[in-house]
């Protein structure tokens, strides 16, 4: 089955620093990769995912990049701001199967 | 449109309880998932169902644990007896069948403590 590899556990950026969280996967028939952030005590929130026929998408200050070759894939935050202090969720989605396989999480905290 | 609601939002029991756990799904989402998070760890998946039928069941962890979707619309699960290792977040997602393969929205989830 697949297995999801997510590095940092924790992160801390000074505010309107970058944040980078990476991803490893094993299977190489997923195809979609989401990124989760969950607030505490909320539910986690889709904030942007990517598919195996692009290699970068970006939303504001939001981008996540995929090298298929390699398996990894990963979160780029550009001038964090304290409300992006979150749980990040890295997951990926195998061709064959619907559930999703996440990565074990990256506390972020944007220090003001 | 409403998101994925889920009840109760805590549960306290004891070791040998039996505990119920509810997920409404977005109406009109076929696709129905149970997963857990576990002391802070990665989130799980438990199981999938689509309509009332279970898809795959292949991460429940033992025969406590009983998911069910009659009728296709929202889902109970069910753990009998808990034991204290089933302490967690179990959070429910759906997604439909049209639009964005893959996308499921999440609900807030239910903690559930078992001293």
């Known amino acids: 089955g697949e297995n999801v590899e997510q590095h940092p556990s924790t992160l801390s950026v000074q505010e309107g620093d970058s944040a980078v969280i990476k991803c490893t996967y094993s299977?190489?028939?997923?195809?979609?990769f989401p990124w989760y952030k969950q607030e505490l005590g909320k539910r986690p929130q889709l904030i942007i995912d990517?598919?195996?026929?692009?290699g970068e998408k970006k939303d504001q200050r939001i981008a996540v990049t995929l090298n298929k070759t390699a398996k990894h894939f990963s979160l780029h935050i550009t001038e964090t701001q304290p409300e992006d202090s979150a749980v990040y969720f890295c997951a990926a989605l195998s061709g064959s199967a619907r559930q999703l396989t996440f990565g074990s999480g990256t506390q972020l905290t944007v220090l003001p | 449109e409403a998101g994925v609601t889920q009840f109760p939002s805590h549960s306290v029991i004891e070791k040998g309880q039996t505990v119920t756990l509810r997920c409404d799904p977005i109406s009109g989402h076929d696709n129905l998932y149970w997963y857990r998070r576990v002391m802070g760890k990665e989130i799980k998946f438990l199981l999938h169902f689509v309509k009332e039928s279970k898809q795959d069941e292949s991460g429940m962890p033992n025969n406590r644990f009983l998911a069910e979707r009659t009728g296709g619309t929202y889902s109970t699960l069910k753990v009998q007896p808990a034991e204290l290792e089933d302490s967690g977040v179990y959070f429910c997602?759906?997604?439909?069948?049209?639009?964005?393969?893959?996308?499921?929205?999440f609900g807030p989830g239910t903690r559930l403590t078992v001293l």
């Open positions: 299977d190489s028939a997923s195809n979609y």
């Open positions: 997602a759906s997604s439909g069948t049209s639009g964005r393969v893959g996308e499921q929205f």
């Open positions: 990517i598919r195996s026929n692009v």
